[in-house]
T-cell receptor, first 111, second 114 residues
Framework: GQNIDQPTEMTATEGAIVQINCTYQ??????LFWYQQHAGEAPTFLSY??LDGLEEKGRFSSFLSRSKGYSYLLLKELQMKDSASYLC????????????WGLGTSLAVNP | KAGVTQTPRYLIKTRGQQVTLSCSPI?????VSWYQQTPGQGLQFLFE???????NKGNFPGRFSGRQFSNSRSEMNVSTLELGDSALYLC?????????????FGPGTRLLVL
């Protein structure tokens, strides 16, 4: 089967660091995306991991372990504007181009 | 470049009616994917169009259909609306839909079925 798991909700404090985990079980794997979605808005691209390891992009970093079916998004120096839903999506291998999406993690950043 | 645009932004319909939603991709993008987003189910893939052809399809009933025009603009249609069709419908475009490409989402059409 195909399954992507993320925590439903997380809370953190402004200025802190938070790690949002994503585990997946899919038949074939060709990469993992992280998107950010503010309430009432469209998802926006954050990162794409294909190979194992950590990719850093400013305050946001994304990690992937293909053997463990695991990824995390790390947000540093949290700001109030980081309050949003964070969506993990897996790209399947082969001709099937559709993404399999997690339900998202709603992050609340408190002052 | 202008982003992905969707019209209308909000729509209220009653059960049994049909609805057509429109999506204009980013200029130069030829792949358009449609998603349904609900709180309980998250983002569910509907279908993907490329060069006026449906290239991939999710697990939705035949009431959900779509098409793509020669200018890459796409429409999706839902016939015989049901209450459960109330959702945010998002379209996303990419250059060719290849596996490593980023998809760019439109603001969505929020559909309420009464």
């Amino acid at each position: 089967g195909q399954n992507i798991d993320q925590p439903t909700e997380m809370t953190a404090t402004e200025g802190a660091i938070v790690q949002i985990n994503c585990t997946y079980q899919t038949s074939g794997f060709n990469g993992l995306f992280w998107y950010q979605q503010h309430a009432g808005e469209a998802p926006t691209f954050l990162s794409y991991n294909v190979l194992d390891g950590l990719e850093e992009k400013g305050r946001f970093s994304s990690f992937l372990s293909r053997s463990k079916g695991y990824s995390y998004l790390l947000l540093k120096e949290l700001q109030m504007k980081d309050s949003a839903s964070y969506l993990c999506a897996v790209k399947k291998a082969g001709n099937n181009r559709k993404l399999i999406w997690g339900l998202g993690t709603s992050l609340a950043v408190n002052p | 470049k202008a982003g992905v645009t969707q019209t209308p932004r909000y729509l209220i319909k009653t059960r049994g009616q049909q609805v057509t939603l429109s999506c204009s991709p980013i200029s130069g993008h030829r792949s358009v994917s449609w998603y349904q987003q609900t709180p309980g189910q998250g983002l569910q893939f509907l279908f993907e169009y490329f060069s006026e052809t449906q290239r991939n399809k999710g697990n939705f009933p035949g009431r959900f259909s779509g098409r793509q025009f020669s200018n890459s603009r796409s429409e999706m249609n839902v016939s015989t609306l049901e209450l459960g069709d109330s959702a945010l419908y998002l379209c996303a475009s990419s250059t060719s839909g290849d596996s490593q490409e980023t998809q760019y989402f439109g603001p969505g059409t929020r559909l309420l079925v009464l």
